[in-house]
């Protein structure tokens, strides 16, 4: 009865995708435009999701791609799609999501419109460059040490209490389950305050540190 119900509410709001022009259309003057899949890995729904953020970008003036991809290894795409990178081509800017399953983003269809929007950029004044930017919540460790490695150049000092609040994380290991699995357990154990304390340092002395 519970699946007869959810295929019926499905029903009455799907809608086909028989135009992208139609796509665009509903879309309308709507700010923030969601575009997911039904199977990861299916290529068709890659090469759809892409062209429909391309007409997103071009027509609609979009200027900001969030993906669910971790934020170390989209920042290095984000800074290739910039130009400011070292990386040679858009294959080697995606090289660093080796995370399981990497194909979620080192794929054929990602390669296009990377480079693509690479291209793009390329045409617009600073201002009108759109980003790619990832929203993963999995990359602890890898972010914890972007953000001290940055503040070891620009701000030495920074960097030193950065690494002291990060300390906390020391005790569950490598691996973010096991933090989240004692956090859960026992809220005093769990890292908020330092990190909560680090966050506010940076956003108070962003000017300054950027």
């Not at 997911?36 to 090469?47: L, M, P, Q, S, V």
């Not at 920074?158 to 004692?182: K, M, S, T, V």
Request: aromatic share 10%.
């Amino acid at each position: 009865m519970i699946q007869e119900d959810l295929v019926r509410q499905i029903r009455a709001i799907a809608r086909p995708v028989d135009s992208a022009d139609r796509l665009i259309s509903r879309i309308g003057d709507s700010h923030l435009v969601l575009i997911g899949e039904a199977t990861h890995g299916t290529h068709e729904f890659y090469r759809i999701r892409a062209d429909l953020t391309r007409r997103l970008i071009l027509e609609k003036g979009f200027s900001a791609v969030a993906i669910e991809g971790d934020w170390p290894d989209t920042y290095r795409v984000h800074r290739f799609v910039q130009g400011i990178s070292d990386d040679r081509d858009a294959a080697q800017s995606l090289e660093g999501f080796r995370r399981f399953p990497a194909w979620m983003w080192r794929n054929s269809e990602m390669v296009s419109f990377v480079r693509w929007l690479r291209e793009y950029n390329g045409r617009q004044p600073d201002l009108g460059k759109a980003g790619i930017y990832g929203l993963d919540l999995y990359s602890l460790h890898a972010s914890m040490a972007r953000v001290i490695e940055y503040l070891d150049r620009v701000d030495p000092a920074a960097a030193a209490r950065a690494r002291q609040r990060y300390a906390c994380f020391d005790d569950f290991g490598d691996g973010p389950e096991n933090y989240g699995a004692r956090a859960a357990i026992d809220l005093d154990a769990g890292c908020e305050e330092e990190v909560v304390s680090e966050l506010v340092e940076l956003q108070k002395r962003r000017s300054q540190l950027a």
